[in-house]
């Protein structure tokens, strides 16, 4: 069983910088797959990036690649995103999701375990 807890949302303007963390419990998270998904308001629960259980494999959504960076300190049970360059339309609430499984990582529906969301805010 794990859980997962996010933080660091806010309100930013465009170009800004944010990190989220998604803090986990449990002893075994360094054996889980853990992504990050947002959801705007009207709009599908959509993958934002993805790190697998060691770290060496990380996984990008085309709209954050190159502005988006997904780390993960087993040690701290603790993933991150720092999402740089940020624009009005990454405003959304962002989840943390973790799974034992690594395949399917884009895939909402195949991760077992969610955090309760941090909103993030750009304004233009």
Do not use: H
């Not at 309100?11 to 998904?37: E, I, K, N, P």
């Amino acid at each position: 069983q794990v859980q997962v807890v996010e933080s660091g949302g806010g309100s930013v303007q465009a170009g800004g910088s944010l990190r989220l963390s998604c803090a986990a419990s449990g002893r075994t998270f360094s054996r889980y797959t853990v992504g990050w998904f947002r959801q705007a308001p009207g709009k599908e629960r959509e993958f934002v990036a993805v790190v697998t259980w060691s770290g060496s494999n990380t996984y990008y959504a085309d709209s954050v690649k190159g502005r988006f960076t997904i780390s993960r300190d087993n040690a701290k049970n603790t993933v991150y995103l720092q999402m740089n360059s940020l624009k009005p339309e990454d405003t959304a609430v962002y989840y943390c999701a973790a799974k034992s499984s690594n395949n399917r990582l884009a895939f909402r529906d195949t991760y077992d375990y969610w955090g309760q969301g941090t909103q993030v805010t750009v304004s233009s």
